[in-house]
């Protein structure tokens, strides 16, 4: 097949779409495929008269790169791309797409993760992985997920939604409130726009960063407990992982730097009873359903003290760097990086795309 591998973006997750990008392309390319790697804002600035040679291309436009301690720049991102459009597709992004037989979605947080990429695609008839443009988005708003969690009676920590706040709330906000608390932006990711605050100071200051990502939050009773997570692939669920933060806080950093440098220790499979391993995984696979999830997904959860297990949010494009969850958890059923990614294009262009 020729298949474009889109990543990259302009998302606070750039950094980590980038080697889930690469390392999806190289594998694609080692299963025999036609796969170049495009980013999705940067585009290609220079192209051959005839774009179908792009997918001869000997080293598959993969880039080397790697996930740094720190959130990308994305005003740095921005000034970089010569044309400056305020497009969100870069140059000859849609047509190298269109030429491919299907795109393999390598994107995480916004403009990728909720729905917007898939919708276009969807009106151009370009075929392409994962969940389609109404479950993605649905996936992608917290507010909406545990809204959906609420009714289909997927245990889920009590929260309230907060739309469109200001500065000027934040003091009846911080009065109102209880804490500790979770707060979240509701379209957050990668442990951007997050804070657990455990003092009435600590929620004002975490009100007041929010903001730098955006202004509908929700806010959770905190919950304590093992920190566990689990893939959904096609109609099945893989088993659980957990993750055990070294510095008591599961931020960017701890998520993507090795443990000596900051990062958490994660275990795959997580050592957990038969019994709460197969109460996981159907949670996770009910909530892949309920949101009309297709393909593959990522929920996370809270396993507390009393042995309940209580959702927090599903990710419609999960990580696929080598060292995340979702191919950890494949690994841990006998499936290789390059068969899970073999997988996914398979389900995938199984599914009518309707333009």
């Known amino acids: 097949m020729k298949i474009v591998v889109l990543a990259g973006g302009i998302s606070t997750e750039r950094d980590v779409s980038l080697v889930t990008g690469a390392s999806v392309c190289r594998a694609l390319r080692e299963n025999g495929h036609k796969a170049i790697f495009v980013d999705l804002f940067l585009g290609l600035e220079e192209v051959p008269a005839d774009l179908e040679t792009l997918f001869d291309a000997p080293d598959g436009l993969c880039p080397q790169v790697s996930i740094s301690a720190a959130a990308p720049d994305l005003e740095a991102v921005r000034r970089s791309r010569k044309d400056q459009s305020g497009s969100v ?3 000859h992004v ?3 797409c269109a030429l491919a037989d299907i795109v393999f979605l390598g994107l995480h947080g916004q403009a990728g993760e909720d729905g917007r990429i898939q919708a276009a695609f969807d009106l151009l008839g370009i075929r392409y992985t994962g969940a389609g443009y109404l ?3 649905m996936a992608m708003d917290k507010s909406i997920t545990k809204t959906i969690m609420d009714h289909a009676g997927i245990p889920t920590a009590p929260w309230r939604d907060i739309p469109h706040y200001t500065e000027a709330d934040i003091p009846r906000l911080v009065e109102e409130l209880e804490v500790p ?3 979240k932006v509701v379209n957050g990711g990668s442990s951007l726009g997050l804070a657990l605050p455990d003092t009435k100071e600590e929620l004002e200051a975490a009100l007041h960063e929010m903001l730098r990502y955006g202004s509908h939050i929700i806010v959770e009773k905190k919950l304590y407990g093992r920190e566990l997570t689990v893939a959904v692939l096609g109609e099945r669920w893989l088993p659980a992982a957990e993750t055990i933060p070294v510095q008591g806080s599961f931020d960017y950093t701890a998520k993507y ?4 440098a900051g990062g958490a220790r994660e275990i795959c499979p997580a050592e957990i009873t038969p019994e709460q391993m197969e109460a996981a995984g ?4 009910r909530l892949h359903k309920a949101l009309g999830l297709s393909v593959y997904s990522r929920t ?3 396993l507390d003290e009393e042995g309940r297990l209580w959702c927090l949010e599903t990710n419609s494009l999960p990580g696929m760097t080598p060292a995340s969850f979702v191919p950890k958890e494949a690994a841990a059923v006998g499936m290789s990086y390059n068969q899970l990614c073999e997988e996914i ?3 995938s262009y199984q599914i009518p795309r309707k333009g």
């Not at 730097?257 to 000596?260: G, K, R, S, T």
Request: with cysteine; charged share 15%; hydrophobic share 50%.
């Open 89 to 91: 597709f870069g140059p």
């Open 345 to 347: 294009v398979r389900l």
């Open 135 to 137: 479950s993605s988005g």
């Open 94 to 96: 849609l047509e190298v």
């Open 300 to 302: 996370d959860m809270i």
């Open 282 to 285: 159907e949670l996770a696979l």
């Open 181 to 183: 608390c979770a707060v």
């Open 257 to 260: 730097q090795p443990a000596q």
